[in-house]
């Protein structure tokens, strides 16, 4: 159990989104993502039922950038935190892709806390996509090419078919442009913190409900790799086989109406 005061001290300097009324849902968001734009279509379709509460990782949001190496274990204590901090003592954890690794080890450090895992896209160790993608991230971080890095980001998140959308130049241009304005350049530590996770030894010990949603078009990690936390004892996989990383919004809108019919059971 997290005592108080130390739920005060994980969230010190830590932006937190908490939004809605209703029981406490906590959010764990992906390597560069950002809690709003990970799940938006949740929070847009239910905060009149769910409170929705999750911190944004060093490097996202207002949270400082780390000064040095990422834990994944310090990401998912603030997690399990933000939700305490509302007054719940027990609640879901939905994860998506990064923040599949944070959620699951929530539960496992937190089983006392945790009652209920929605996993998206995980990661639960790297593959050679996955390996690749976050490399080529620091790397170009590193040269600061932001307009090379907005191009990596827009060839992986989608699909071909979601590439169509930005075929002309005009389009595309102002397409990278918003991804430069977007990106976090602080985040590059959660990408660093991508090529060190593995949690397969904690998913034989998970002994909450568990969803696990696979996109079978997946460019940043490979659908067999998020496939693995449907080794969770009792877990429900959902497959979206033409879904990206990033969903389009008829992925999006059957992702949130599955997860909040899960929530809602759990």
């Known amino acids: 159990m997290i005592p108080t005061s130390t739920v005060s001290s994980l969230l010190t300097d830590v932006d937190v989104l908490d939004v809605g009324t209703g029981p406490t849902v906590a959010l764990a968001h992906g390597a560069g993502g950002g809690v709003v734009a990970n799940f938006h279509p949740l929070i847009d379709a239910a905060s009149d039922t ?7 990782y060093p490097g996202s949001g207002s949270t400082p950038a780390p000064p040095g190496p990422l834990e994944l274990e310090r990401l998912a204590d603030c997690v399990v935190a933000a939700g305490l901090r509302t007054g719940a003592e027990r609640f879901p954890v939905v994860g998506l892709s990064l923040g599949a690794a944070v959620a699951t080890t929530a539960a496992a450090r937190h089983p006392e806390h945790v009652s209920a895992l929605v996993l998206t896209v995980g990661l639960a160790r790297p593959d050679a996509q996955s390996r690749s993608f976050t490399r080529l991230w620091r790397a170009l971080d590193a040269r600061e090419d932001w307009t090379a890095l907005a191009s990596l980001m827009l060839l992986t998140v989608g699909t071909g078919h979601d590439l169509q959308a930005v075929t002309e130049a005009d389009r595309l241009d102002e397409t990278l442009s918003q991804i430069v304005r977007d990106h976090s350049r602080g ?8 090529e060190r996770v593995d949690v397969t030894p904690l998913l034989p010990r998970i002994a909450v409900p568990t969803l696990v949603v696979v996109a079978g078009s997946d460019r940043i990690v490979l659908p067999e790799t998020a496939r693995m936390f449907g080794t969770i004892p009792g877990a429900r996989t959902i497959e979206l086989p033409d879904a990206g990383h990033v969903f389009d919004p008829a992925h999006a809108a059957r992702w949130r109406d599955e997860v909040l019919g899960f929530l809602r059971e759990a």
């Open 187 to 194: 985040s590059v530590a959660q990408a660093e913190l991508v």
């Open 50 to 56: 769910f409170r929705f509460v999750g911190p944004s």
